[in-house]
């Protein structure tokens, strides 16, 4: 008996969150990116709490671009069992850190889960950090900045999930 098997296709939606300010200070860096894995009908990112929310009603408005990634044959369940165990572990609210522990981090770890290790994000974006970091821009802000940063966009994306219509 020959089973079915679902593919679900895996999208990125990719945000600036500099809304092209960051480009325009430094022009090495394309921008201060937000990932958003869209997969199952639903966006999944992490912005200090894991968030699963309709697609286009995330608290980061329209998209930059969205990359196409793949397919996986990962169920719901078993992705929303490994999320769950993610956000027990590496994503916490007191482990977000804008440059070592973010969105980007969790979007490449949900990737490599749903594709088995054969697929990931795209450079630019994971390495924006080290990038940011060692361009004349991104090493004079210090790190408290970066923490008020970190702040600013968790504080945003709670109180906007707070505040929606169940």
């Known amino acids: 008996e020959e ?3 679902i593919v ?32 199952y009908d639903k966006e999944f990112f992490y912005s200090g709490l894991i968030f699963g929310d309709p697609i286009g009603e995330t608290p980061y408005g329209t998209p930059l671009q969205t990359l196409n990634i793949g397919e996986t044959k990962c169920d719901e369940e078993m992705f929303v069992d490994y999320v769950l165990l993610l ?35 795209p450079d630019s974006i994971l390495k924006l950090p080290e990038k940011g970091l060692s361009t004349g821009i991104g090493g004079m802000i210090p790190i408290s900045v970066w923490a008020y940063i970190d702040y600013q966009i968790t504080k945003q994306v709670v109180l906007k999930a707070s505040t929606k219509k169940t």
């Open 87 to 121: 956000g027990e572990e590496r994503y916490r609210r007191d482990n977000y850190n804008t440059l070592f522990n973010n969105c980007n981090h969790f979007t490449q770890d949900c990737i490599q889960f749903l594709t088995n290790n054969t697929c990931s994000l």
């Open 8 to 39: 679900s296709k895996i999208k990125v939606n990719v945000y600036d969150l500099s809304k092209g300010w960051l480009n325009k200070l430094n022009p090495q860096l394309e921008g201060l990116f937000h990932t958003g894995l869209v997969v």
């Open 3 to 5: 089973r079915n098997e």
